[in-house]
T-cell receptor, first 115, second 114 residues
Framework: AQTVTQSQPEMSVQEAETVTLSCTYDTSESDYYLFWYKQPPSRQMILVIR??????QNATENRFSVNFQKAAKSFSLKISDSQLGDAAMYFC????????????FGKGTKLTVNP | DAGITQSPRHKVTETGTPVTLRCHQTENHRYMYWYRQDPGHGLRLIHYSYGVKDTDKGEVSDGYSVSRSKTEDFLLTLESATSSQTSVYFC?????????????FGPGTRLLVL
């Protein structure tokens, strides 16, 4: 079974600085998708960024980028120029290509942004 | 905004009573999902639907049933609520035309079973 591990329960960053959140996963599949979701205090789950495993190029979305290392099964999220509104829980998630409809989530990392 | 609403947004109920949560979408997406979120567990899939009257179990389906009689509505029923079903419930959709497997979530329903 696939598993997703977020080893940092909590992280903090100063406003305007850069922070990296870690995620590792375990799978025997070769085709899959990886996601980072943000959950602010409102509890809404918001898609931050998505990566297809067959793409070697790392995904970027404005201030958010990933470092996808397929061989190492690592998928970290980098937030540049951190803003107060980035404070939230961040969840890493895995979706296999081979028929399962389940998104497998990590347990989350709570990010605090200090002014 | 993926056009997903959930009702009710908050509910308090008593052990042993049936509870139905509703997920409504406005964009005729084929795939709909129910997840629960508990501290220390992230989100876990309860049931999902791949079309009207087509549903399947997820990893934590015991004690839950679902129905989908219309494309836009996906109902989750707790047949006899227990305290262990106190949780936040999220509905999600996946656009069927997209092969990028992305799921988009509704705002959540907070359920407390006393």
């Amino acid at each position: 079974a696939q598993t997703v591990t977020q080893s940092q329960p909590e992280m903090s960053v100063q406003e305007a600085e850069t922070v990296t959140l870690s995620c590792t996963y375990d799978t025997s599949e070769s085709d899959y998708y990886l996601f980072w979701y943000k959950q602010p205090p409102s509890r809404q789950m918001i898609l931050v960024i998505r990566q297809e495993a067959y793409k070697q190029q790392n995904a970027t979305e404005n201030r958010f980028s990933v470092n996808f290392q397929k061989a190492a099964k690592s998928f970290s999220l980098k937030i540049s120029d951190s803003q107060l509104g980035d404070a939230a829980m961040y969840f890493c998630a895995y979706k296999g290509q081979g028929g399962s409809e389940k998104l497998v989530f990590g347990k989350g990392t709570k990010l605090t942004v200090n002014p | 905004d993926a056009g997903i609403t959930q009702s009710p947004r908050h509910k308090v109920t008593e052990t042993g009573t049936p509870v139905t949560l509703r997920c409504h979408q406005t964009e005729n997406h084929r795939y709909m999902y129910w997840y629960r979120q508990d501290p220390g567990h992230g989100l876990r899939l309860i049931h999902y639907s791949y079309g009207v009257k087509d549903t399947d179990k997820g990893e934590v389906s015991d004690g839950y049933s679902v129905s989908r009689s219309k494309t836009e509505d996906f109902l989750l029923t707790l047949e006899s609520a227990t305290s262990s079903q106190t949780s936040v419930y999220f509905c999600a959709i996946r656009p069927g035309f997209s092969y990028q497997e992305t799921q988009y979530f509704g705002p959540g329903t907070r359920l407390l079973v006393l």
